[in-house]
């Protein structure tokens, strides 16, 4: 009798499910209470090695950055791991890391010292959108230079590209936000230069023309005077205009 038929999700369905994540991560900024229903919905449905990685990392995601309820992430990752734990010890080593992840966010002085250098960087730099969209800038900055520093002691393409990516990211997520305080607009500069040059350095063309514009976004939105907001007046203020 082959056992393992039972265990090996039928053919073409984890292909639908990575369909549907898709379109779960096109969605989850706008809607996100409507994504994380989806992501209970599919806690118990059969699903391979890739799937399940995926649909933890879109979990840790949206309970972390984008919702800061880091005990509904931790919960929700504890449940996967319950519901699949027939998983191979790779795809149990990522859902621990995802883990990880957001205890990092939680506690900033978590330690890391049990990961290997690799996997400290992915925790590290993970953190630092969590953190400073979710809690505060400062925090965000300590995260962000224990990440970079990570980075150049591990010096690979890889490792870069995982910190210019996060810092791509983040410089959006910050320029999309009327007011930043005095400490979010040097960390904003920060991002974006460093993201600048891992982008020249590693990047196309098309890389390194979208990281100078995110530059020159930030350097300007850093000269944004305070108060600015939307930088509209107020209509009941003013009904004419």
């Known amino acids: 009798m ?3 038929a039972v265990e090996t999700p039928p053919v073409g369905e984890d292909e639908v499910l990575r369909q549907q994540l898709i379109q779960d991560w096109k969605d989850h900024t706008k809607k996100p209470l409507m994504v994380r229903e989806r992501l209970m919905d599919r806690l118990a449905i059969p ?4 799937a399940l990685i995926e649909l933890s ?3 840790v995601h949206l309970f972390g950055e984008h919702m800061g309820d880091w005990a509904a992430g931790l919960d929700y990752l504890r449940q996967l791991e319950a519901t699949h734990s027939d998983v191979s010890s790779e795809a149990k080593h990522r859902l621990k890391r995802q883990e990880t ?4 966010a939680v506690d900033t002085g978590f330690s890391l010292s049990e990961l290997n250098e690799t996997d400290q960087l992915y925790v590290t730099a993970l953190s630092v959108p969590a953190v400073t969209l979710q809690k505060s800038a400062e925090e965000g900055l300590q995260l962000f230079r224990e990440s970079d520093a990570l980075m150049e002691a591990i010096d690979t393409i890889e490792a870069r590209r995982l910190v210019a990516v996060m810092t791509a990211n983040l410089v959006c997520d910050l320029l999309e936000r009327y007011e930043l305080s005095t400490a979010g607009r040097n960390l904003l500069v920060m991002l974006a230069e460093k993201s600048f040059a891992l982008w020249s350095r590693d990047g196309n063309e098309e890389d390194r023309e979208r990281a100078a514009f995110r530059l020159m976004q930030s350097y300007q939105a850093c000269r944004k005077p305070q108060g600015f907001g939307s930088g509209r007046y107020p209509r009941y203020l003013w009904i004419e205009p």
Do not use: H, P
């Not at 699903?47 to 890739?50: H, I, L, N």
């Open 2 to 4: 082959n056992t393992t």
């Open 57 to 59: 990392a879109l979990g």
């Open 47 to 50: 699903m391979g090695d890739t």
């Open 101 to 104: 992840l957001l205890k990092k």
